[in-house]
């Protein structure tokens, strides 16, 4: 069965500090891949996403992630956090077949201290 | 960006009851919503597929005839907690998804559901 797995729970940075966020799932077909973001009190939203092309995608508030077919591994990346970053981060993936159904990862709370 | 409207976003009920909770498209419609539990602490956890028009396609384990949802139009889905008890107690969560494939998901608000 598909999963997604997220290397840490939490994580406590300083600001300016970088950030990488791991991530790795389990499907061997084709998959798209997702970073979510819920800030305290909010809604989920999307971060950003990757379907074909280039595997480094950039998303909002200056969110990067790379997609590394050969590790499974899709981690996201900040070159310097904001306390504004403090959140939940999720890590999902959809697939091609199976009604492109979403599945999530544990989720990361990152705490930026100011 | 797209609203999801979720309804209740808190609810207590006793054991045996039923409790209906609301997930709404207010500005684009929604042909496939999702149904997610998250329990505290942990992930999202699929709950089933809600697709307008047919029968929900439910993930393994989850039992259907407890977890009712139907999605009668392309902006509402429902799902309802039939004679809850205290173990399903959580926080349930719908999306609504936008793209062919599945590009984007909105997500509601949740609802925490509490069973005494």
């Known amino acids: 069965a598909q999963s997604v797995s997220q290397h840490n729970h939490h994580v406590i940075l300083s600001e300016a500090a970088s950030l990488e966020l791991g991530c790795n799932y389990s499907?061997?077909?084709?998959?798209?891949l997702f970073w979510y973001v819920q800030y305290p009190g909010q809604h989920l939203q999307l971060l950003l996403k990757?379907?074909?092309?280039?595997?480094l995608v950039k998303g909002i508030k200056g969110f990067e992630a790379e997609f590394i077919k050969s590790k499974f591994s899709f981690n996201l990346r900040k070159p310097s956090v904001q306390w504004s970053d403090t959140a939940e981060y999720f890590c999902?993936?959809?697939?091609?077949?199976?009604?492109?159904?979403?599945?999530f990862g544990a989720g990361t709370r990152l705490f930026v201290k100011a | 960006g797209a609203v999801v409207s979720q309804h209740p976003s808190w609810v207590i009920c006793k054991s045996g009851t039923s409790v209906k909770i609301e997930c709404r498209s207010l500005?684009?419609?929604?042909?496939?919503m999702f149904w997610y539990r998250q329990f505290p602490k942990q992930s999202l956890m699929l709950m089933a597929t809600?697709?307008?028009?047919?029968?929900?396609?439910?993930e393994q384990g989850v039992e259907k005839d407890k977890f009712l949802i139907n999605h009668a139009s392309l902006t509402l889905s429902t799902l309802t907690v039939t004679s809850a008890h205290p173990e399903d107690s959580s926080f349930y969560i719908c999306?609504?998804?936008?793209?062919?494939?599945?590009?984007?998901?909105?997500f509601g608000s949740g609802t925490q559901l509490s069973v005494l």
């Open positions: 999306s609504a998804r936008v793209g062919s494939r599945g590009e984007k998901l909105f």
């Open positions: 499907y061997g077909g084709t998959v798209n």
């Open positions: 990757y379907f074909s092309g280039d595997p």
């Open positions: 999902a993936v959809n697939e091609n077949t199976g009604g492109f159904k979403t599945i």
């Open positions: 500005d684009f419609q929604a042909t496939t």
């Open positions: 809600s697709n307008e028009g047919s029968k929900a396609t439910y």
